[in-house]
């Protein structure tokens, strides 16, 4: 079983195929319940510990807006984890504020930039879309599969 | 609070003949250890790990291709979360489950009909607006609400 980043990282239907393909999906609720359950973090918005803006200078440098550094704080052990990763483009929802567009291009970048299998589709409009969209996902994580047993 | 305590959503896409209250009542059905709130597009279930996989495993026998499940962060009714104490609006998250939900019958229909042969390959791709049409548009608008 790998552990597939998918992206836009709290999409129902990516963790859902992957998980439903075989593999474990790395998504940012995971990360959310992590900041919200753990001993000694207060609730939001005061939840952000010393780790957290190391965790963003990582990626981009301390001039960049501080709506970046916070967001890549937060992807941060998602891209650390990941041994594949599945992207969408044109998702309507990750349309925002400079934030999310930089962040979105920077975490899209990084994850290219890392020597790890990667699936591109865009999202399906109609229901032809759709099957070729899942057909895709499943034969990638099909893919994933067989290498890891190779590897093994 | 159960250490290892885990919030899934189960979504419903619109395209299944399964209602979520059928949902809830096979998932009180199924355990009494976990929180299941019924919502307009599905439940949200709360308990241990074991707990919620299991029910969801059982759950998505009701309609393999027509429930999708994922994450959630936050429990049912979190003060942080719940729209009740943060006077209305779209909780976060609402756009992108709105978004996805619409495609999700789709999805569904994907799911079933996964090794059907399909011709999207041979199809013209959906083109962008170009930046000049969008200046004409624009343009046309304007002197259209000059005029009255």
Do not use: W
Not at chain 2, 91 to 104: A, D, K, T, V, Y
């Amino acid at each position: 079983m790998a552990k597939i980043l998918v992206y836009p990282s709290n999409s129902l239907i990516l963790a859902d195929l992957v998980a439903r393909f075989g593999h474990e999906p790395l998504t940012l609720m995971r990360v959310i319940r992590r900041k919200i359950k753990e001993v000694g973090i207060d609730s939001p918005p005061i939840n952000v510990t010393p780790e957290d803006p190391k965790r963003g200078l990582k990626y981009a440098a301390v001039d960049v807006p501080s709506g970046v550094r916070g967001r890549m704080a937060l992807l941060d052990p998602l891209i650390e984890e990941a041994e594949a990763a599945i992207i969408v483009h044109e998702a309507d929802y990750s349309f925002g504020c400079m934030g999310c567009a930089r962040t979105n291009e920077l975490a899209k970048y990084i994850i290219r930039k890392k020597d790890i299998p990667r699936l591109e589709l865009a999202y399906p409009t109609d229901d032809d879309e759709a099957r070729e969209f899942v057909r895709k996902i499943r034969d990638f994580c099909k893919s994933l599969t067989s290498t890891a047993e190779v590897i093994a | 609070m159960v250490l290892d305590e885990t919030t899934k959503m189960v979504v419903l896409a619109e395209s299944s003949p399964i209602l979520p209250s059928e949902l809830a009542l096979r998932a009180y059905e199924l355990s009494t250890d976990a929180v299941v709130k019924e919502t307009c597009y599905g439940l949200i279930v709360t308990g241990s790990e074991k707990t919620v996989d299991e029910i969801i495993k059982e759950l998505r026998k009701l309609d393999p291709s027509g429930i999708f499940v994922k994450d959630r962060g936050f429990p049912p009714g979190d003060s942080r979360r719940c729209r009740a104490v943060r006077g209305g609006g779209p909780r976060p998250g609402f756009h992108q489950l709105e978004r996805e939900s619409n495609i999700l019958p789709s999805i569904s229909y994907g799911l079933k009909n996964i090794d059907e042969p399909s011709d999207v390959k041979g199809r013209e791709k959906r083109k962008k607006l170009t930046i000049s049409r969008f200046i004409e548009i624009i343009e046309e608008q304007s002197k259209e609400d000059v005029n009255g």
